[in-house]
């Protein structure tokens, strides 16, 4: 958090927009993807603050699947994504205080009351945007289908295509 608030702390932005966004990101789908990219639209810089393995443990129970040095790599590797900053916290309020983003993002599926650091990034002359959810993405929804053994493509290929007809006696 220290290097991030260092690069991109508000004197250092020199006319850059900075764009915050957090989440788990356990399991990263297009969902995922699809709101990042939207978040970056919105800024120059964006910096995701992931929850840490044991935050993650607090409010998913079972849950991360994959470590928090994993998941950050991952975010870090996509073009949209400038910085990604780790932390133990079960919400970003200290990282949203410190960094002051110029634009504060969460999914459609937060309400805006409850979205952690809207007051210190409006305070701030910031803003707050809730990009909607991607439908027909949820990693509850993914976990799921796994551990019940979703059907391969081609098992569910099979299953599509009509049975012959069955022989009839005359």
Not at 91 to 107: F, S, W
Not at 124 to 139: D, E, L, M, N
Request: net charge negative; charged share 25%.
């Amino acid at each position: 958090m220290d290097e991030a608030i260092l690069r991109f702390g508000r004197e250092k932005r020199n006319g850059r927009r900075v764009v915050f966004t957090n989440g788990c990101f356990d399991v990263l789908h297009p969902g995922h993807i699809r709101t990042l990219e939207q978040a970056r639209s919105l800024g120059d810089i964006l910096i995701v603050g992931i929850n840490s393995d044991a935050s993650v443990g607090s409010l998913k129970p079972g849950r991360p699947l994959i470590p928090e040095n994993e998941r950050g790599e991952i975010l870090a590797a996509l073009a949209s994504v400038d910085a990604v900053v780790i932390f133990d916290e079960l919400t970003p309020r200290e990282i949203v205080t410190a960094l002051l983003p110029d634009v504060l993002v969460k999914g459609g599926d937060w309400a805006d009351n409850k979205i952690i650091g809207r007051e210190e990034v409006e305070a701030a002359g910031g803003r707050v945007v809730s990009i909607p959810v991607v439908p027909g993405y949820s990693t509850t929804e993914i976990l799921r289908k796994i551990r019940e053994g979703a059907p391969s493509a081609e098992a569910a290929a099979e299953s599509a295509t009509p049975a012959p007809p069955s022989p009839t006696k005359s």
